[in-house]
């Protein structure tokens, strides 16, 4: 089974500081639905795993995030692909969980669904650095791309010293991480 696991805001789809409250704020970033579609169709299962905690803050609710889920999925769907799963953290910084990356929560969950035994090998997109740490966390192979908060995140990049963190390979967008995985499978 060849997995992906994607942030979401900043990666899939425009994020923003006032967090993205309802699917009418819910806005594709260019070329990101027909990477996930071009990812699928090549074989990949694409999940995605996702800190949301607007809903512990009381900004939305769990009907206005399924709502954007649902729309993610139906344009991936238009496009012949699919989504595989999407995890999500709803809670806030200060609630400590094990869920919220940084911590591996949501990337224990997946393994347990998909029967794994780690992420070894498996690409973990996000546009932050706790994205990267969470599939690190479980020896996934970190990819950044410069969208969302990614180029703040490279620049973080650059100050660290030699690691696997360090060395994480950075893209422009989930478009060319599409590119690259489906020529690299």
Known sequence: ??????????????????????????????????????????????????????LGRGYFEVKDLEAMHDK???????????IAGIYFCPHRPEDRCRCRKPAPGLMDAIIADFNLKDLDGIAVVGDSLRDLEAGLARKGKPILVRTGKGLASEAQLRQLPPSP????????????VA???????
């Open 1 to 54: 089974m060849t997995l992906v696991i994607l942030d979401r805001d900043g990666v899939i789809n425009e994020d923003s500081a006032d967090y993205i409250r309802s699917v009418e704020q819910w806005f594709p970033i260019p070329g990101s639905i027909e990477a996930i579609a071009r990812l699928s169709k090549a074989g990949f299962q694409v999940v995605i795993a996702t800190n949301q905690s607007g």
């Open 179 to 185: 590119n690259y995985l489906t020529e690299h499978l």
């Open 165 to 176: 963190l360090a060395s994480t390979p950075v893209f422009d967008n989930l478009a060319a």
């Open 72 to 82: 993610l999925a139906l344009l991936v769907a238009k496009l012949g692909g699919s």
